[in-house]
Every structure is written in structure tokens, then in C-alpha cells.
């Protein structure tokens, strides 16, 4: 019996031992202002994203429930505390000097999966944004619920994966996204279907104060044994075309239409070049790898050689894909 590996879950620290004295005692007390659970201050984010670079976050966050999230979420706009959400940190590339704001992260306590309703065939699922691809995967591969096979090996949240509409061998979730439950800035929660959603290449077009809480995903049945024949053959396609086991977030770059981004940048030459300990992997071109001591410094300067490069021998502009955790990012933007 197959069972699909939560790769995600080895990036999540044990916390204790982080909360070391805070340097910026006014966040200290904004926070403590409207969160009296626990608070992990300046928090090493590296720990917290697959690519294993960057600095502290001032304060972070492991909210449980969706009642404690909207707290927090109302706290932290009302007090003017600047906040990010993450899931699995597997898209994201966080600064060398980090995030002064309160770093929010759903996790594994965030990740109930239950049935809503069955009708002919077709089954509706809601999950929680925390959940992980690789445990939605497990659970659906016990209930024979096909759809989401195609995210096997992809290893992040539901949530991050419906904001980045997360994708792999001709599908995107969007195509399985029922409707998308969030929280807004001022934490009331609001549900859309998923076709008034404007999902397309890797982003899903709302703002970013928004956070995804629940998901429901329409699957169908079918045989477990289809399910894992089919989640083996894309598990075996992806060890064979992308580097194992190193620090990366995925594809670094969108591909530009009609083109791949992999395929430029290896005719670019660029395969092996390396910046510090970031380097382009041999085996995947589109994959910036921390070989160990890489800084985020170090990735930035290797994705800026890389845009150079493609840009004079192909005039096509590389998009990152990854979002970049910064201070300047405005909440409001896509
Ligand atoms: C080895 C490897 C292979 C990969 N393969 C693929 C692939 O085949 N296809 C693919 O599409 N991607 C792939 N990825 C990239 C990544 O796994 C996906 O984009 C994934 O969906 C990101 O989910 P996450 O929880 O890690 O998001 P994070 O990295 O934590 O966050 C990504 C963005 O989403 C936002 N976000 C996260 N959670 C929420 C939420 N609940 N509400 C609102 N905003 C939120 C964050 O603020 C950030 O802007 C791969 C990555 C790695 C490391």
C-alpha cells in the first residue's frame, strides 16, 4: 500500500528553544496586546522554508483554530503590526535581514479533512488550509477519491497551494477547487466559489490580506489501486527529471508563455553556475539549490545572473515564481 511522503513536514522545527529576548519591545507589546497564546520571538525562517535561507521573523505564530486566527489576524491590522501568513515555506524565499513583523504559519494543528456531500460519483471535500498536499493525498487514496493525484511530491499547504494555484503534468487545483473560504483583513470570514475566483498561471488573482482558511475540492471515486498506480508513475517521472533531496523551493522561475523556463536556462549555459552556495542544479535547470551555506544574498544575486543572461541571449524576462518574503511587500498587491 502506497503512502505518500509529507516531505513538508521535516522543515518544521520543535519551537522550544527559539524564544530568545526580543529586540523590538514595542511589537513585543503590540502583539502581546491582542495574542496572549504563544509567541515565538525572532524566529529563524529558514526553519520554516524548504530553501533553508534567510533571517529572523520578529515574532511568529502557530494559530490552532480559525477563531484564534481571526484574533490575531484583527489584532494585528488594528494595531498596525505588519503580517505575512505562510504554510509549508516551500514557495517563499525569505531575506537575508528577515520580516520585523509577526510571521503567521498554518500548520498541522490547521488541517482537518472531512466529507460534505456525495452525489452520483462526485464527492465534496472541505479542508483546512494547513493541511498538507502529501496528507489530503493519503486521505483521499484511503476514501478512493481521485483528482488530486497529480499534486503527489509537490510539498505544501492546501492553502498555499490554492494561492499559488499549485500545478504539475497538464493540471492545476484550480480545476478541483469547489469554493475557497478566507479570512479578510478584518477577520470576517468570506467564502467564494471557485468560478468567481480569477485563478491563472500560479497565482489565484485575489489580494494578499487575504488568508485561505477552508478549501473544498469535488473529487471523484475511484479504485485505490488506480489512484496509487498513478501517484507511483508521477512520483517515478519527478525523481527522474528533478533533483532529490535538496534544499529548493521547486521551479524558481514561471515559465514564459510557450516556453520553459528549464530549457532556457540550461542553453544559456547555465547549468552548475553557482553564487556562493546557491547554485543552478544539473539535473533541472529551473532549480536554485542551497547546496548547505547559502544566503538568501546568495540566491537573489544567482536569480538576478540567470534573468541577465536570458534576458541578453533570448529577450525574455524570468518571472520568479517563488514570493519573496520581504518588509516592503505591500499586503495589498497580487
Ligand atoms: C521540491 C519542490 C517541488 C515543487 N513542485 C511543485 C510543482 O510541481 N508544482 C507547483 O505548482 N509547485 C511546486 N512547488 C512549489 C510549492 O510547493 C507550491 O507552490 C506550494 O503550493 C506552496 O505551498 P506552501 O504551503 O509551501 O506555500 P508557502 O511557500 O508557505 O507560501 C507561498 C505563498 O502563498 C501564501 N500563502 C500560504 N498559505 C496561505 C494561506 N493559507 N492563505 C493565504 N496565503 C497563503 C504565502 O504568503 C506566499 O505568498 C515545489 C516546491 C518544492 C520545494
Not at 123 to 142: D, P
Not at 146 to 156: D, K, N, Q, Y
Not at 205 to 227: H, P
Request: aromatic share 8%; hydrophobic share 40%.
Amino acid at each position: 500500500m502506497l503512502e505518500v511522503q509529507d516531505v513538508s513536514s521535516y522543515f518544521f522545527p520543535i519551537l522550544k528553544g527559539y524564544d530568545i529576548p526580543v529586540k523590538n519591545a514595542e511589537l513585543r507589546e503590540k502583539v502581546q496586546g491582542f495574542w496572549r497564546g504563544e509567541v515565538v520571538w525572532d524566529a529563524p525562517l529558514a526553519d520554516f522554508s524548504t530553501m533553508k535561507v534567510g533571517g529572523l521573523a520578529a515574532a511568529l505564530v502557530i494559530p490552532s483554530c480559525i477563531e484564534d486566527l481571526s484574533v490575531i489576524v484583527a489584532g494585528a491590522q488594528k494595531s498596525g503590526v505588519s503580517w505575512r501568513v505562510i504554510g509549508r515555506g516551500s514557495n517563499i524565499l525569505v531575506p537575508d535581514e528577515g520580516f520585523a513583523g509577526l510571521v503567521i504559519v498554518l500548520g498541522r494543528d490547521f488541517s482537518e479533512i472531512k466529507v460534505r456531500e456525495e452525489f452520483s460519483g462526485q464527492v465534496r471535500i472541505r479542508v483546512e488550509s494547513g493541511c498538507s498536499l502529501a496528507r489530503l493525498l493519503n486521505w483521499c487514496m484511503e476514501m478512493e477519491l481521485s483528482g488530486l493525484e497529480f499534486t503527489v511530491g509537490i510539498p505544501g499547504s492546501v492553502g498555499g497551494s490554492v494561492v499559488m494555484n499549485a500545478g504539475a503534468w497538464g493540471h492545476e487545483i484550480k480545476e478541483f477547487v469547489a469554493s475557497v473560504t478566507w479570512l479578510d483583513n478584518d477577520g470576517q470570514l468570506v467564502s467564494a466559489e471557485s468560478n468567481s475566483i480569477d485563478f491563472s498561471y500560479r497565482q489565484w488573482g485575489e489580494s494578499r490580506d487575504k488568508i485561505v482558511v477552508m478549501v473544498d475540492f469535488l473529487l471523484f471515486k475511484r479504485d485505490r489501486r488506480e489512484i496509487e498506480a498513478q501517484c507511483r508513475e508521477l512520483t517515478r517521472k519527478r525523481k527522474e527529471r528533478q533533483p532529490q533531496a535538496v534544499a529548493s523551493v521547486g521551479s524558481f522561475f514561471k515559465n514564459p508563455p510557450r516556453q520553459a523556463a528549464g530549457k532556457l536556462i540550461e542553453d544559456a549555459g547555465l547549468k552548475g553556475c553557482r553564487v556562493g552556495g546557491a547554485i543552478v542544479s544539473e539535473v533541472h535547470a529551473n532549480f536554485i539549490v542551497n547546496t548547505g551555506g547559502a544566503t538568501a544574498g546568495d540566491v537573489l544575486e544567482l536569480m538576478r545572473i540567470i534573468q541577465d543572461k536570458v534576458w541578453k541571449k533570448y529577450g525574455v524576462r524570468l518571472e520568479p515564481e517563488v514570493h519573496i518574503l520581504n518588509n516592503d511587500m505591500p499586503l495589498k498587491d497580487k
